[in-house]
Structures are given as structure tokens and as C-alpha cells.
């Protein structure tokens, strides 16, 4: 398969596609766009970018094309030596697994927008990239001519995005037998010498956790935006990462601290995901969801691990880390879906409501679910175990009997081999924390207190939230707590407050709610369908909802807590 991605007017955010296949003596053959892209499990129509698909034979004649399904199209090859295929591809959309094209940029996503041919998706291929000549381009793969890369295979090429632009920064730095590439597009005024240190405390960290790095140069792609933005896609030998406002940034308590964050977590994908996958994931299927109720290992024990691999090298103080701890404490108790779903089922129901909120408390999140299954499983091992063995032999384990055997995990080895370092079953929390939506609450504080640390619960800081029982954003009523006295009172999400007690309220809502707190409260709401809406209520301070949570060290260790917390500080 050779591969060819041009434009010709960058405002107009068209890139053309070229891909030459050959015919294989086959009359019909059909070629394919991936339905998803790997990193983000929820289905993705891709195809709907396509304006305007061709074919032709050798001779340059136009030939048979015709789309059977949303992202598979049959051509006819006839007698034909090879097929070349023509299409263009909108590329409007800027985020971490986007395909972009302006005057600044040529930003691609391969699996976004390049078709495979049906039995050829592990045949070596060849991508050209015809940019102006001033451009630079970052990408993963192999250069074996001008602006010419090579890729083993269809997987290798579309884990390979690439950003080309002439204002690109560039900078690297080695650690063990590995160079890291850090590219940078947008603007942005980087402290290289801060950057580079902090970097390379934590990939030293992650490189000692599993021993080795599996690749011999690793990019980072950074689109630093000029609004609020945090996403980041893992890739083999790569990552994207799309970040903003780009002047808060270099402030180390605003969005550098998101920058270590994410690009830890990134890295960190680059064993846990890409080497060390489900089975129901080993290979990719482009054409269809694939499955997996392990999103607590492929997301939960990355989220996990990125920030605890910071908190280890150094990089993190115990006030950063408790304080991301914190935030997977508050968004696990404050989303009552945590009861309804488990966090395995979350994992399967991506591919239903992808990453979105969905229903009201449907569902919990694979990412703080995840992480906090991870911390407990953790626990267990290192308990039975005095500290000599720990989740870091589970990643290890997985890495070895899996990744390193050409095989995907299971659920079945993951439990067996948690079970086998626990030296026990460990058929309750796995049924009641993985499998099941139980009260995580008891043992998440038998775990902390293990390692001398306590969670503190307070109320949240708007009142409405602790008191009654509901989230705003602005006057719009976006969440409701089950049971809760503005659940009783009629509440639903959409209402559009207007009034409490007869004065109108902005975002002073909080403030007439504790100027009332004794009274009988009157609010009237506008229901886009319904209308103009009365309810009331009274306050009830022995009734608490969304609370505030957070992790602090106990004020004074015992001689084994701080045993355990120093032995869970370091990498095993």
C-alpha cells in the first residue's frame, strides 16, 4: 500500500488522499476506513469527512466504486496491474485524535482518514507527505526518503500521526538507550530546562518500574492551544497532546501541573495499553467495537500509575499528589452512577455513550474507578505480602506472560495473578468492586489508613450542592442527587432557575439559599417545555449531599504506617 497526503488550499480544510493498491487479479476487492480509533473506544463515523471518492486503473481510467456500508466502498480491479484511489478528507477539528489543516498546519490522525484493503492490513506500507519545503515534520515512523516514511504494517502506519508546520519547536533529550522528542505547535514560551528536568525524573522512574523502554525514540506532539483544553491519545512510539490556554501553562499551580499529568499518563500507556492490551482488543478490529470490560486496567491503572510515577520521581510534592488523589476521591463520592454500574460495565457501555455523561448516575468512570480498584488491589497485595510484592509485580507480570508471548490479557490472568502475588482469593473486592457496585468507602479507608493517610470530608463550597442536593452551571440545573431534598422537591436537570423567594437570582443562588436557610424556600424554574415551574422546599442541615473530599497525611505515624507509606513511595 503507498500512501500519498497532499492540500491545495489550506482555508478551505480539504486534504487530498492518494493510495495505490494492488489489484491482486481480483475483480471486486474492498477497501475499508476504520470505524474507531484505538485509544477512544466508542465508535467514530470518520467516513461522514469524505466529499468525493474515485478509482482508477493502471491506465489512469476511471473504474467501479461504490460505498456498501457507512465506511466500506467495493472497487473493481478488473485486469488492472494496481488500483489508485482518490478522495479528500475535511480536516476542521483540533483536539488530541483529530485530522486538522489550516495555514499554520498540516495536523493528521492516519486512522481518521486512510482506508486499508481487505486482507492486506499487515503488509508493509509507504506514506508521502507533500508540504511546502519549509516545513518540519514530527511523526513516529522511519524516514526512508524526503518527506517519505515507512510503515510495517497498516497498524503501525495509522498509530503514527504527524503534525508538518514551519513554526513547529523542537526539542529532545536521552534517557537510557531512548530520545525524546518534544515538538511543540502553537504558541507558547516553554522553560526547556524546567521541562527537560521534570521529564526526565518521571520516564526515568516509569523506564525502572518495567526495566526497559520499549522503543528506541518516542515523540511527543503537543497542539498548545489558545482556549482551555486537556486531552492526550497514546500511541506506540507517540503521543498527542492538545493543551490550553497556552499562557497558564507556565505557571506551575495551573496548567503545568496538567501538562506533568498528562504527559506522564501518556507515557505510561506506551506498556499499559499498547503493549500490555485485552485480548478482546489483541489485534485491533477497525471495523467493529471491540469489547473490553478491562477499561480498569487499560484507563484506571494508567491514571493510577501517571500521577503516582510523578509522586516517586520527585516531581509531584506529597501537597500535588494528595491533591489529584483528592480529585479521584471527590468525583468517585460524588457520582452517585458509581452504585448503579460497575466499573466493568462502564468499560463495555463506552462503546454505547462513548465518554460522555450520559443518563443521570447511570453509570461510574473506567478512569477514577479504575484508579481507585487499582490503589485497593494494591493494598491487598501489599498487606499479605509485607510490602515485597505489589500492584507494580502485577504490570510486570502482565507485560511478561502477555505482551511478551504475542498475547492479549484476560480477565482471567489478571485475577490469577493478583491472586497468586496476594497469596488469597480475592473474590470480595472483585465482585463487589470490579464486577459489582458496592460502598467503597470501609476499605478505601482501611487502605489509606495503612499507609497513615485519612480522608476528610467537608461541605462543598456552594451551598446548594451540599445542602439540596443539585449542581449548577450558571442558572442551568446540570445534576441532581438521588433522594436528595431537591429531588423531592421536583428539580429536574434543564431546569432554568429563575427566582427563590420572589427575588430574582443570577449567581447569587448560594447566597439567598443561606439567607433563607431557616425558611420555607420558594424557587421558580423555566422548563423549555413545560414553562414557568413553582417548587419549594425546607433546609435540613442534618441531610448532606455533594460533599468536598480529600486524602491528608495523619498527623502522627505509627512506626509501621510510615514503613508501609515509605515502601509504597518506591518502585518495587
Known amino acids: ?67 456498501l456500508t457507512k465506511d466500506c466502498w467495493e472497487i473493481g480491479g478488473g485486469n488492472s496491474e494496481f488500483v489508485i484511489l482518490k478522495y479528500n478528507y475535511y480536516a476542521n477539528q483540533l483536539n488530541a485524535g483529530s485530522t486538522y489543516l489550516d495555514e499554520e498546519q498540516l495536523y493528521v490522525n492516519p486512522v481518521n482518514c486512510l482506508v486499508y484493503q481487505e486482507g492486506y492490513i499487515d503488509v508493509p506500507c509507504t506514506l508521502k507527505i507533500d508540504v511546502p519545503k519549509n516545513y518540519k515534520i514530527a511523526i513516529a515512523l522511519n524516514e526512508s526518503g524526503k518527506n517519505l ?34 515538538w511543540v505547535q502553537g504558541i507558547f514560551k516553554p522553560d526547556w530546562e524546567k521541562i527537560e528536568s521534570d521529564f526526565i525524573a ?32 497514546e500511541h506506540s512510539a507517540s503521543t498527542v497532546i492538545a493543551l490550553g490556554p497556552a499562557y497558564s501553562i507556565l505557571k506551575r499551580e495551573e496548567r503545568y501541573m496538567d501538562l506533568l499529568g498528562v504527559s506522564s499518563h501518556e507515557l505510561f500507556h506506551t506498556w499499559n495499553v499498547k503493549r500490555i492490551r485485552p485480548a478482546d482488543l489483541w489485534p485491533y478490529d477497525y471495523n467493529r467495537e471491540n469489547y473490553t470490560r478491562m477499561g480498569y486496567l487499560t484507563e484506571g491503572a494508567t491514571t493510577w500509575y501517571g500521577d503516582l510515577m510523578l509522586y516517586r520521581s520527585g516531581v509531584f510534592s506529597d501537597v500535588e499528589f494528595f491533591k489529584t488523589f483528592s480529585q479521584l476521591m471527590d468525583r468517585h463520592f460524588n457520582n452517585p452512577g458509581v ?94 468492586f470490579i464486577y459489582g457496585a458496592s460502598n467503597m468507602s470501609p ?39 438521588p433522594h436528595s431534598i431537591a429531588s423531592e422537591a421536583g428539580f429536574k436537570v434543564g431546569d432554568q432557575l429563575m427566582t427563590l423567594n420572589g427575588i430574582e437570582v443570577k449567581d447569587d443562588f448560594s447566597n439567598w439559599l443561606e439567607f433563607y436557610k431557616e425558611d420555607q424556600i420558594f424557587v421558580t424554574v423555566y422548563r423549555q417545555i413545560s414553562g414557568i415551574k413553582q417548587l419549594s422546599f425546607t433546609n435540613d442541615s442534618k441531610r448532606k449531599f455533594y460533599r468536598k473530599y480529600s486524602i491528608k497525611k495523619i498527623d502522627k505515624l505509627t512506626a509501621e504506617q510510615q514503613e508501609n507509606f515509605n515502601a509504597w513511595k518506591k518502585t518495587t
Open 339 to 432: 452504585l448503579n454500574l460497575s466499573v466493568a460495565d462502564s468499560s463495555f457501555d463506552t462503546w454505547l455513550d462513548g465518554y460522555e455523561a450520559g443518563v443521570p448516575n447511570r453509570k461510574s468512570s473506567i478512569y477514577v474507578e479504575g484508579a481507585l480498584v487499582t490503589f485497593l488491589l494494591d493494598h491487598e497485595i501489599r498487606k499479605s505480602t509485607r510490602n515485597e510484592s505489589s500492584f507494580d509485580d502485577l504490570l510486570k507480570g502482565l507485560f511478561r506472560d502477555a505482551y511478551m508471548k504475542d498475547r492479549g490479557v484476560t480477565e482471567e490472568m489478571y485475577r490469577t495473578l493478583a491472586e497468586k502475588l496476594a497469596s488469597k482469593k480475592l473474590t470480595t473486592l472483585f465482585n463487589k
Open 1 to 67: 500500500m503507498e500512501y500519498r497526503i497532499s492540500y491545495q488550499n489550506p482555508h478551505l480544510q480539504y486534504i487530498d488522499i492518494e493510495v495505490k493498491f494492488a489489484a491482486q487479479g481480483k475483480e471486486i476487492t474492498k477497501i475499508y476506513l476504520p470505524s474507531w480509533r484505538p485509544g477512544r473506544y466508542e465508535l467514530g463515523n470518520f467516513a461522514k469527512n469524505v466529499q468525493k471518492l474515485q478509482a482508477y486503473n493502471s491506465n489512469g481510467k476511471l473504474i467501479h466504486s461504490k460505498k
Open 202 to 233: 518521571y520516564t526515568k522512574e516509569q523506564i525502572k518500574l518495567f526495566g526497559e523502554f520499549p522503543v528506541t525514540d518516542y515523540h511527543y506532539l503537543f497542539q498548545i492551544l489558545p482556549y482551555s483544553a486537556y486531552h492526550g491519545v
Open 149 to 182: 516514511f515507512k510503515a510495517n504494517s497498516y497498524h503501525e502506519l495509522v498509530d503514527s500521526p504527524f503534525i508538518a508546520s514551519p513554526s513547529i519547536q523542537h526539542h529532545s533529550f536521552e534517557v537510557a538507550a531512548t530520545k525524546f522528542h518534544l
Open 443 to 481: 476499605v478505601l479507608k482501611k487502605a489509606l489508613n495503612y499507609l497513615g493517610l485519612e480522608m476528610l470530608i467537608e461541605d462543598a463550597e456552594n451551598l446548594e450542592e451540599t445542602s439540596i442536593g443539585i449542581k449548577l452551571k450558571g442558572q442551568q440545573v446540570i445534576s441532581i442527587y
